[in-house]
């Protein structure tokens, strides 16, 4: 299910969708298929 409207922090400054530690992209893909804490996914959005 897609939350359309979820602020998102982030810190990977070199995605094109980051401004200032926030997320700008319209929708964002969360992989990390088993994972059990944040630190094992990983945004399948990432773009340089
Ligand atoms: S697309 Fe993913 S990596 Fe890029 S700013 Fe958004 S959450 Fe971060």
Known sequence: MVN??????????NCSYNREHK????????AGT?????CQ???ATFKM
């Open 4 to 13: 359309e409207r979820l602020d998102i922090c982030c810190d990977a400054m």
């Open 23 to 30: 997320c700008i992209a319209s929708k964002v893909g969360i």
């Open 34 to 38: 088993g994972a059990k804490q944040a």
């Open 41 to 43: 996914t990983e945004c």
